[in-house]
């Protein structure tokens, strides 16, 4: 298995394909609450077996309509502190 590193070929080829600065800015705000979430850093994160990671983001299935109230809610609070960015000049 190759362990992935921020100076891996895969890692510059992924981050190097986001073709726009404000992608770029979103993947690394992104990226950042992650790793705070789970107190580590890229290296030691990149360097976990494909498997871990994949348990680190686990989807919860929720049945909305039920839970529609406190979903909205919880969504509005993430975007009103800026912990949900999105590309606000989307074209249609």
Same mark, same amino acid.
């Given at each position: 298995? *190759? ?12 981050? #190097? ?5 404000? !992608?770029? *800015?979103?993947? %690394?705000?992104?990226?950042? =609450?992650?790793?705070?979430?789970? =107190? $580590?850093?890229? %290296?030691? @994160?990149? =360097?976990?077996?494909? #498997? ?6 686990? &989807? ?5 309509? !039920? %839970?529609?109230? *406190? ?7 993430? &975007? $009103? =502190?800026?912990? @949900? ?8």
């Amino acid at each position: 298995m *190759q362990v992935l590193n921020e100076h891996s070929d895969a890692y510059f080829n992924f981050i #190097n394909s986001i073709d726009s600065n404000r !992608t770029r *800015q979103s993947y %690394e705000f992104c990226i950042q =609450k992650f790793l705070n979430h789970y =107190k $580590t850093d890229l %290296e030691s @994160l990149l =360097k976990l077996p494909p #498997n871990d990671i994949s348990n680190l983001l686990k &989807v919860i299935p929720v049945n909305f309509a !039920t %839970e529609h109230k *406190q979903m909205l809610s919880h969504l509005h609070m993430m &975007v $009103t =502190k800026g912990m @949900l960015p999105f590309h606000q000049n989307m074209k249609n």
